[in-house]
């Protein structure tokens, strides 16, 4: 089965600096990448998602990058905010299965 | 429309015993899926439907069981519970793999 690895597991910014999160996926098939934002005790929500034949996507202060070739696909956070903090999941898809990454935790430091 | 509800939210079992996670959506949605989440493994796929009548195992099934008799209800089944089953229990729904994924508040179980 498809296997996706994130890094890294914890990331800590300073409130309007940018963060960087990549994850790795193994199986070649798959086509759909979204990211999810989970914060504390909350459920995981759809923050962005690209598919395989986009390159990159935008969404205000939000960007998804997609390398097929490598099979490795990052999310940007720009101008970081205290309601960025949360728990971020990317997660891969081929055919009906959608596998998650172990998760990162921003924090934004004031 | 209520989207992605759960019941119950919390749950205490014994070892051995059985019960039903419900789930239900108000969204026509045809995908539904079961996920277990545990601290530092993100979410793992249990069981999933791509429509009434029709379900198939994820990557962690065992000790599990799903029916879908209708597109709006996903049933979770723990046969006999053990402690290795103490987790946060997500549902989801959405209209196909390839479209957002709207996730129920969750369900929190512990086995002792």
């Known amino acids: 089965g498809e296997n996706v690895e994130q890094h890294p597991s914890t990331l800590s910014v300073q409130e309007g600096d940018s963060a960087v999160i990549k994850c790795t996926y193994s199986?070649?098939?798959?086509?759909?990448f979204p990211w999810y934002k989970q914060e504390l005790g909350k459920r995981p929500q759809l923050i962005i998602d690209?598919?395989?034949?986009?390159g990159e996507k935008k969404d205000q202060r939000i960007a998804v990058t997609l390398n097929k070739t490598a099979k490795h696909f990052s999310l940007h956070i720009t101008e970081t905010q205290p309601e960025d903090s949360a728990v971020y999941f990317c997660?891969?898809?081929?055919?009906?299965?959608?596998?998650f990454g172990a998760g990162t935790t921003v924090t934004v430091r004031a | 429309n209520a989207g992605v509800t759960q019941t119950p939210k919390f749950q205490v079992l014994k070892t051995g015993q059985s019960m039903t996670l419900q789930c239900a959506q108000d969204?026509?949605?045809?995908?539904m899926s079961w996920y277990r989440q545990d601290p530092g493994m993100g979410l793992r796929l249990i069981h999933y439907?791509?429509?009434?009548?029709?379900?198939d195992q994820g990557e962690v099934p065992n000790g599990y069981n799903v029916s879908r008799s209708t597109t709006e209800d996903f049933p979770l089944r723990l046969l006999s519970a053990a402690p290795s089953q103490t987790s946060v229990y997500f549902c989801?729904?959405?209209?196909?793999?390839?479209?957002?994924?709207?996730f129920g508040p969750g369900t929190r179980l512990t086995v002792l």
């Open positions: 690209i598919r395989s034949n986009v």
């Open positions: 969204m026509n949605h045809e995908y």
């Open positions: 997660a891969a898809s081929k055919g009906y299965k959608l596998s």
């Open positions: 989801a729904s959405s209209y196909s793999t390839k479209d957002t994924q709207y």
């Open positions: 199986d070649s098939a798959s086509n759909y």
């Open positions: 439907s791509v429509g009434a009548g029709i379900t």
